[in-house]
Every structure is written in C-alpha cells, then in structure tokens.
C-alpha cells in the first residue's frame, strides 16, 4: 500500500479535540491548558479524538514505521496571553519536501514545496493570517523543529517546556 494512502486511511479517523486527564472528551478548547494530557500514538488511535500535538505524535510514529525522514515542528506566538501554537509534519521523500497536514483541516493533505524553508514560510504566514495576529511582532514567533517524542504524558505548559528545550533546534524565519 502506498505510504500515502496508509497515512491518510487512520489520519482520517481522528477528530479534532482533545481528552482530559481524567479521559472526557472536549471538542472545544475550553479548559484546554489546566486539563490536557497529551496521549501516546496509541491512545490516540484508541480515542480518535486530538488536537495538533496529539496528531502531530501519532504521525510521527505511522512516518517512522513507513521509514520516511519526518520532522515535527512547534510553532508559537508569544502574546503575553493566549500564546497560539500549532504542531505540523515536515517529511523529506523521495526527493521531495512535503508538509503533512491534518489537524488544520482548512489546509489538510499533502503539500509539495520546493525545499523545507519554503514550506516553512507558507506555513508561518498563514499562521499568522489565520490566527489575526494584528499586532504582529516577528520577534515574538518561533517555530522549534525536531523536537524528541514525549516519553511520558505531557500536560499544556509541560510541552511547551518539552518543545523549548534549549537543546532543541529553533528557527527564526526572516520577513
């Protein structure tokens, strides 16, 4: 079966939304930072239910087993309040660079792009046109790349530390 098509077929049977520490289902974000627990690629094919961080774990783990170079990204805006964030999938295969998505369902498939920065760009400036960042202030975003999976559940501001980890890589992309 072509990766692809493997992919999509258990991508497409998980929803947006999230499951809290004591395993109720959310489809909306109220409560998200205090109840949140990441769950394993596992849980996750289990519950069929998770948001970005989520997903972007379980898609990690269906590329490594398809042996496709995958890296996870972590984008975030310091606000001061909210801090919007999104995870994404950045594969190299077979020549070509493609950022896998599926949580951001306006933009979910696959999207071919000349080489990762240019995929990185599109991918940072529709965040920051879709999540209205009005005020935007470039040295406020930050997109930390290749960070290791979670060995462990990972509460809201515990995998913001995970991804921040100073020994992950981070990129600041020019205007």
């Known amino acids: 079966m072509d990766y692809r098509k493997k992919i999509d077929e258990v991508m497409n049977a998980i ?14 974000l109220d409560g998200f930072s205090d109840n949140y627990a990441l769950q394993t690629p596992d849980e996750l094919l289990e519950s069929k239910l998770g948001v970005c961080w989520d997903q972007v774990e379980l898609e ?11 890296h996870p990204f972590f984008i975030v805006y310091y606000d001061g309040g909210k801090c919007p964030t999104h995870t994404f999938m950045i594969i190299e295969h077979e020549g070509k660079t493609i950022w896998y998505e599926h949580a951001w369902k306006r933009h979910a498939g696959w999207h071919e792009f000349e080489n990762s920065l240019s995929a990185i760009r599109h991918i940072r400036d529709t965040f920051i046109k879709e999540e209205k960042l009005g005020d935007y ?27 921040e980890d100073k020994k992950n890589p981070r990129i600041k992309v020019k205007e």
């Open 60 to 70: 990690r783990h269906l590329f490594e087993s398809c042996n496709i170079e995958a």
């Open 15 to 28: 929803e947006y939304g999230w499951v809290d520490k004591d395993g109720g289902r959310h489809y909306e």
């Open 137 to 163: 202030d470039p040295k406020n975003l930050v997109i930390y790349f290749d960070y290791p999976a979670p060995d462990r559940k990972l509460g809201c501001l515990e995998f913001y530390k995970h991804c």
